[in-house]
T-cell receptor, first 116, second 119 residues
Framework: KAGVTQTPRYLIKTRGQQVTLSCSPISGHRSVSWYQQTPGQGLQFLFE???????NKGNFPGRFSGRQFSNSRSEMNVSTLELGDSALYLCASSAGTVGFRAYEQFFGPGTRLTVL | AQTVTQSQPEMSVQEAETVTLSCTYDTSESDYYLFWYKQPPSRQMILVIRQEAYKQQNATENRFSVNFQKAAKSFSLKISDSQLGDAAMYFCAYRSAFVSGGSNYKLTFGKGTLLTVNP
């Protein structure tokens, strides 16, 4: 099975711009979660989608949004970029249904976003 | 809210030796899952080992094993016969087993422990 893929792998943007990151989960997985990783704050949960519905959202401002498509692919969008948004954005997929193994999260390689 | 604490920012071990990484967590829940993830310099996060809180038996995966002390809320990772490829950042993570209310689908991570393996 192919793993979780994220595109693009690297992005450079300037303050005030917006950006869209994409994540394709493992085939058959219906849950996609997004995390922000920074040296100072570590790994922080952004949101989780299951079957096109956002089930859970972390403590991030409304500039951070996401969506999931019928094929389980997910996108996250950050509008009005700030310098502090520079981070590694990780996507993780899981089966998302009942049971311990179904909630194991498998991570993609991440998108490195740099805001200048 | 649950919190996960990794008190060792950095650890080092000699190749072929054994090292233990510490993790403590705080929760009021009785059922949950614990994980150790490894993030090598390439940045791909890899699941190393998993533990279900209601299982008394400590999980093992080849050279990796855990010491799960539920009462003490401790979940340490032991790496035996350390190899150069084990060098990475290791993250301890918690996930609730309760999924109602929409607040428990996330992993809560510790800050990580950077493991160096010396040849």
């Amino acid at each position: 099975k192919a793993g979780v893929t994220q595109t693009p792998r690297y992005l450079i943007k300037t303050r005030g711009q917006q950006v869209t990151l994409s994540c394709s989960p493992i085939s058959g997985h219906r849950s996609v979660s997004w995390y922000q990783q920074t040296p100072g704050q570590g790994l922080q949960f952004l949101f989780e989608y299951f079957s096109e519905t956002q089930r859970n959202k972390g403590n991030f401002p409304g500039r951070f949004s996401g969506r999931q498509f019928s094929n389980s692919r997910s996108e996250m969008n950050v509008s009005t970029l700030e310098l502090g948004d520079s981070a590694l954005y990780l996507c993780a997929s899981s089966a998302g249904t009942v049971g311990f193994r179904a909630y194991e999260q498998f991570f993609g390689p991440g998108t490195r976003l740099t805001v200048l | 809210a649950q919190t996960v604490t990794q008190s060792q920012p950095e650890m080092s071990v000699q190749e072929a030796e054994t090292v233990t990484l510490s993790c403590t967590y705080d929760t009021s829940e009785s059922d949950y899952y614990l994980f150790w993830y490894k993030q090598p310099p390439s940045r791909q996060m890899i699941l190393v080992i998993r533990q279900e809180a209601y299982k008394q038996q400590n999980a093992t995966e080849n050279r990796f094993s855990v010491n799960f002390q539920k009462a003490a809320k401790s979940f340490s990772l032991k790496i035996s016969d350390s190899q150069l490829g084990d060098a990475a950042m290791y993250f301890c993570a918690y996930r609730s087993a309760f999924v109602s209310g929409g607040s428990n689908y996330k992993l809560t991570f510790g800050k990580g422990t950077l493991l160096t393996v010396n040849p």
